[in-house]
């Protein structure tokens, strides 16, 4: 098992520096993958309502307490939002129908997946997930794919920050400026596709370099790069041993010259995700 170290959210939650990720994780084989990566050392499991995975996550938490030991409350379940759910009283119905299929009394973490900016809703399901986090149905708030300026609008018309911002965060997309405000205002950054999948960038000579000098692989000095730079990335693997390689990656450190010969690959967004235009239902 590998140790995961853990950082303080704004609302005084301990958040792992790195998590699993469950896209496409589905049916049985998806449910004993995240057992898999529960054993490995992970905490903290990113789900959504459109992931259509919540009941496996669930599943695999109370699987992880009956073969493992691990209590529910040494875990931290991510769900999100999504767009056709967007508005005060539909968050609500929302927030109710993923506790159901989770099969639990609580989401650790609660994000809006998108903030569809033409739905003009945003700011009424904030005020929701504010309310939800009062009763004690959701631990901690937070958003994903929101802009300065959406962040900023939260703020103005609710007095409460996010925890957490899950955006594309990667070596080609370092989102420098994001983060900064992050930094300045406590909210955690987190990384969506932290590994740039579907590209060349394991294949990159600087990271293949490092990866060499370090006696690492690339993937794990990716990974590493997104510690240091204060974000909690959430790479996807069904495969035990690539998950332990994943979080396996706080045994060495990067130097600042190092973190920012990385950064230096950017190109910008890779896929059609640009908040201000990219909506999600």
């Not at 998806?30 to 259509?52: H, K, P, Q």
């Not at 991510?78 to 967007?86: L, V, Y």
């Not at 802009?147 to 989102?175: K, S």
């Amino acid at each position: 098992m590998v140790s995961i170290p853990d950082v303080v959210l704004n609302d005084g939650t301990s958040f792992p520096e790195l998590g699993l990720g469950t896209y496409n994780l589905r049916g049985e084989e998806g449910t004993e993958a995240i057992v898999s990566a529960i054993a490995a050392g992970y905490r903290l499991l990113d789900s959504a309502v459109n992931y259509e995975n919540e009941t496996e996550v669930g599943d695999a938490v109370r699987r992880a307490g009956e073969r493992l030991g691990i209590a529910r409350d040494d875990l931290l379940v991510t769900t999100k939002i999504p767009g056709r759910d967007h508005g005060y009283d539909e968050t609500l119905a929302s927030s109710a129908a993923s506790l159901d299929r989770l099969g639990l009394d609580r989401i650790d973490l609660y994000l809006i997946h998108w903030p569809n900016p033409s739905v003009g809703k945003y700011v009424d399901t904030w005020r929701a997930m504010v309310e939800l986090q009062k009763r004690g149905t959701v631990r901690s708030i937070g958003v994903s794919n929101f802009t300065e300026a959406m962040l900023v609008r939260l703020v103005d018309e609710t007095g409460v920050f996010p925890a957490v911002n899950q955006v594309e965060l990667h070596p080609y997309f370092t989102q420098a400026a994001l983060r900064a405000f992050h930094a300045e205002h406590g909210i955690r950054t987190e990384s969506w596709s932290p590994l740039a999948r579907r590209t060349e960038l394991l294949n990159e000579g600087v990271i293949a370099d490092l990866a060499e000098a370090n006696d690492v692989t690339p993937t794990q000095v990716v990974l590493r790069w997104h510690t240091q730079l204060h974000s909690t990335p959430i790479p996807k693997s069904a495969s035990a041993e690539r998950q332990i390689e994943n979080a396996d990656v706080f045994g060495f450190a990067l130097t600042e010259d190092e973190l920012d010969a990385i950064s230096a690959l950017e190109r910008g967004r890779l896929w059609d995700g640009d908040p201000d235009t990219h909506e999600e239902m």
